[in-house]
């Protein structure tokens, strides 16, 4: 398998001489391996097409061939310097892997506001870009704002609850990056900001590597795009179950022997790879904004079937608004 990548557009192909032509901006590139390890990983639990195909994704237009000219887009020449990260977990972790390497030319320009109220565990390590064992115990916040500022980011530290008192204050940014997994603050983002991506991952063995992305304002209403109720969840491949039941039986806790992880070489290897996408994602979204590209309120993907993506173009997206941006250092 060759992780190859041009201009927006990341892939995995499996001839050489397929190769695109590896001239991209850096999201492409952390989405050509992204999916070359979601190939891996879904090969390795029995899927008998992971691994075998060509997959493609164009960050530019989601919507198109991956092939095609199109998907390619512009030269990357914007970036943003002020963003909301809401919620530092899985989510949050993909987005801030992806801005953190974005090609700033000063990255002091560039100030995140991280609002989290949870310390890590040891299930996040498995899934989170960013935590290590020694991290555990550690506020999400703290460890995130230690990796950006090592960058020469500038952060602000925010440990509270995103909830109905939540008001932006004076230059606070009006752009976020949403990645609650409780429906019931997605519900009020609606009408905080100028603009926000919400992306919602699936949860357990089988919906962990399915995605909705969500921009707001759209035609869409936060308040009732995300119901309460949880959605049934779809039973297991059998291939997948029996994986399950061998870590189970070799001394696996159950609960992470369901939840996206299995082992390579004896080391437990989690589903990180999905933050990463859907973070690369989330932050393709704001560049399309921000260099006049085409909107869209939904996109959703399942990575069982990558090529397959859909999407629904913005039809209310309101008026562009300037919410800081920096030229790249190209």
């Known amino acids: ?25 850096t999201l492409a590139g952390v989405l ?34 991956w092939h095609s000219e199109q998907a390619v887009g512009p030269r990357l020449q914007y970036l943003p310097t002020r963003t909301w990260l809401l919620g530092l977990g899985h989510l949050g972790q993909g987005y801030s892997w992806s801005l953190g390497l974005l090609p700033y030319a000063q990255p002091g320009e560039v100030r995140l506001f991280l609002m989290d109220t949870d310390s890590v565990v040891a ?50 940014p009006r752009l976020a990056l949403a990645g609650f997994d409780d429906p019931a603050p997605r519900r009020l983002i609606g009408d905080r900001f100028s603009h926000v991506v919400d992306i919602g991952l699936g949860g357990g063995p089988v919906e962990y590597l399915d995605m909705l992305i969500h921009s707001f304002p759209s035609e869409l209403d936060p308040s009732t795009a995300f119901p309460a109720e949880k959605a049934t969840r779809r039973p297991l491949r059998s291939a ?18 369901r939840c996206g992880i299995t082992e390579v070489a004896g080391i437990s290897v989690g589903a990180a790879f999905v933050g990463a996408i859907a973070g690369a994602l989330g932050v393709a979204d704001v560049l399309r904004y921000l260099h006049g590209g085409p909107d869209f309120s939904v996109v959703s993907l399942d990575l069982r079937s990558p090529n397959d993506i ?20 190209d």
């Open 310 to 329: 859909r999407s629904a173009s913005n039809e209310n997206p309101g008026a562009f608004g300037n919410l800081g941006y920096c030229l790249t250092r």
């Open 1 to 25: 398998m060759h992780a190859t990548y041009q201009g927006w557009v990341g892939t995995l192909v499996q001839d050489e001489r397929r190769r695109l032509s590896d001239d991209a901006s």
């Open 123 to 172: 299930g996040n390590l498995a899934t989170g870009l960013l935590a290590r064992r020694g991290d555990i115990g550690r506020p999400k916040t703290r460890l995130v704002s230690a990796l950006l500022e090592g960058l020469g980011i500038e952060s602000r530290i925010v440990e509270r609850r995103f909830d109905e008192a939540f008001r932006l204050q004076g230059d606070e």
């Open 240 to 257: 997948y179950q029996a994986e399950i039941g061998r870590l189970i039986e070799a001394g696996v806790d159950e609960g992470d022997a």
């Open 32 to 65: 050509a391996g992204a999916i070359a390890v979601s190939e891996a990983y879904q090969h390795c639990l029995g899927d008998p097409e992971a691994g075998r195909r060509d997959v493609g994704l164009s960050l530019w237009k989601p919507d198109s061939d």
